[in-house]
């Protein structure tokens, strides 16, 4: 259908099940014409992954709690496929009590991790992942209005996606020179593994539909789109930007 990706080497960092966005957009980027290279947390994922995709596809080991991994992850990506055109990391935990009732018990751990595995790991994989992107590299990165807004039980993981969102942007300053660019996409509320750990998270899902322009959610195909667009030349004026795939929900 498109082609903006022709020729195109894509990290897809995040893809748990079928269901994750990050799925949705190595979907959109194969559809684009380019090649998928995959990232997963742990064995457990890497079986999950195998179910669906198909036996040729390149799936290399990365947690992104060790800085020793990612660059382990990259030389072997180098290895194997050589330089990268673009990265999409749609990676985020929080432990679950953390992610229930009020802000101000959240334990200091609890509120590291958060930041550490959702906001921090963005800085690492482009720390690492710099000298693999050609010239004209992106990178994009998923976010949520609760780093806008104070979403019930979304608490230490909206305080992490205000530093995610931030860092997108001293990111797209600092790699500017290097011609790789760096944006988020600030994505609706979507029934994945990461939502369900939020609690009450029907409600937040039954809201956010209610809140869309047409009453309905928008879906990691949509998502997966605008990374692809994102990816590709067409957006070679965007960096730093946050840019809304939310049907809407931000409007009111
Ligand atoms: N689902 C939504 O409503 C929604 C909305 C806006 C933004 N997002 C964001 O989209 C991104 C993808 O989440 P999702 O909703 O597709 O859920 P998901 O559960 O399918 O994906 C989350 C991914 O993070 C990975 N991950 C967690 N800890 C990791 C670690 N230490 N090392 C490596 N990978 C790790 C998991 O393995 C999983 O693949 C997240 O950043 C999430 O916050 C989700």
């Given at each position: 259908m498109f082609t903006v990706l022709n020729g195109k080497k894509i990290l897809v960092m995040g893809v748990a099940n079928q269901k994750s966005i990050a799925w949705g957009c190595a979907q959109a980027i194969t559809?684009?014409?380019?090649?998928?290279?995959?990232t997963y947390q742990n064995d457990r994922i890497k079986t999950s992954l195998q179910k669906f995709l198909p036996a040729s596809a390149l799936l290399v080991e990365c947690d992104v709690s060790d800085d020793a991994a990612i660059e382990q992850t990259f030389a072997t990506i180098q290895a194997q496929v050589g330089k990268l055109d673009g990265i999409v990391h749609a990676i985020a935990y929080a432990n679950r009590?953390?992610?229930?009732?009020?802000?101000?018990?959240?334990?200091?751990?609890?509120?590291?991790?958060a930041q550490e595995i959702s906001a921090y790991s963005l800085i690492a994989v482009?720390?690492?992942?710099?000298?693999?992107?050609?010239?004209?590299?992106?990178?994009v990165t998923m976010t949520y209005f609760g780093s806008e807004r104070a979403v019930p039980n979304y608490n230490v993981m909206g305080i992490a996606k205000a530093s995610l969102e931030a860092s997108v942007r001293y990111l797209a300053?600092?790699?500017?020179?290097?011609?790789?660019?760096?944006?988020?996409?600030?994505a609706g509320a979507i029934k994945t593994l990461a939502v369900t750990g939020v609690k009450g998270y029907r409600d937040l899902l039954m809201e956010s539909e209610?809140?869309?322009?047409?009453?309905q959610s928008v879906t990691i195909e949509e998502v997966g789109n605008v990374?692809?667009?994102?990816l590709s030349p067409l957006a070679s004026g965007m960096t730093g930007d946050v840019i809304y795939v939310d049907k809407g929900v931000h409007l009111q």
């Open positions: 559809a684009a014409g380019g090649e998928v290279i995959y009590e953390e992610l229930d009732g009020t802000v101000y018990t959240a334990s200091r751990a609890g509120y590291l991790l482009a720390k690492f992942g710099r000298a693999l992107l050609n010239p004209n590299g992106s990178i300053r600092d790699l500017g020179p290097d011609q790789i660019r760096v944006n988020a996409i600030s209610n809140r869309t322009v047409d009453g990374a692809s667009f994102l």
